[in-house]
């Protein structure tokens, strides 16, 4: 059996993609570490896709899924007082774009959950349509604070925020925050971030901030997670003060030095 799937290529033709593709790449996402730890979610995505498989559209309305899936009892089940399926469909949705940013950057076939609907669009991802210079993914992990100053804890805090919001707008989806790894376990999260193949991500950033009384040192690094070796260091000297502009102006910096290191112009 086929289904019709819309193809990620900006056409209006429609491919079909066979079945049992479309369950492969299923077990691939349910095997991954991304879902393995969430029992609902696979259940709730394996009943989505083999209603999109049988094109039981009918099949994947609120209430069917709040029996189906979540063990609703009829009788009594309303889906204006119990919204279980709309915040597991949000749930659903964001862990997939984790998914696909992530672990299954580059995945032949994408299952995706569109706003508005609960059945599955499954997108055929053609290798002239994959953005290959989008493979040397970059983990953003949050700089340390080693200062022991009053505000030296909250400026660090604001300048994590303020680079990755610089990184984003200059390297675009490449860029991934430490929190999709570390939800529940930081233990976890930091050994999956040493493994590059655990995560699909090539680099990792991270640093340190140190101030004093008269200056602030930002000590950053960029490690290459599948070997563990550092391969790029730098130091940014400031005067010390606790400012928006100067958490600007340093993630400014940081963020010229990196496009420069990757070579991103």
């Not at 095997?31 to 259940?43: G, K, Q």
């Not at 599955?120 to 340390?144: G, N, R, W």
């Not at 260091?233 to 990196?258: H, K, M, P, V």
Request: aromatic share 8%; glycine share 8%.
């Amino acid at each position: 059996m086929n289904i019709m799937t819309a193809v990620k290529n900006g056409k209006d033709d429609v491919d079909a993609v066979p079945a049992v593709d479309v369950r492969t790449a299923l077990e691939t996402i349910l095997a991954s570490s991304v879902f393995i730890n969430a029992p609902r979610m696979c259940r709730l995505l394996r009943f989505l896709v083999e209603k999109a498989i049988s094109g039981a559209v009918r099949d994947t309305s609120e209430y069917a899924i709040g029996i189906e899936v979540f063990d609703r009892d009829p009788s009594s089940y309303s889906v204006s007082e119990d919204p279980v399926v709309r915040v597991q469909i949000g749930r659903l949705r964001e862990k997939l774009k984790v998914y696909y940013a992530t672990l299954g950057f580059g995945s032949g076939i994408k299952i995706l959950i569109p706003i508005g609907s609960y059945m599955p669009v499954i997108q055929s991802m053609k290798a002239v349509d994959i953005d290959f210079k989008q493979c040397c993914m970059l983990v953003i992990h949050p700089f340390k604070c080693i200062s022991h100053r009053g505000d030296s804890v909250h400026f660090t805090q604001g300048l994590n925020e303020e680079l990755m919001h610089q990184l984003f707008k200059a390297f675009g989806k490449i860029i991934v925050p430490y929190s999709f790894f570390t939800s529940g376990d930081a233990d976890t999260g930091s050994r999956t971030l040493r493994n590059g193949a655990n995560t699909g991500a090539n680099h990792r950033l991270e640093g340190s901030i140190q101030i004093d009384a008269e200056s602030i040192r930002a000590s950053i690094r960029v490690v290459d997670v599948s070997v563990g070796c550092i391969t790029w260091s730098e130091q940014f000297d400031r005067d010390a003060f606790f400012a928006i502009t100067l958490q600007e102006e340093l993630a400014s910096s940081i963020c010229g030095s990196l496009k420069s290191f990757f070579g991103h112009e």
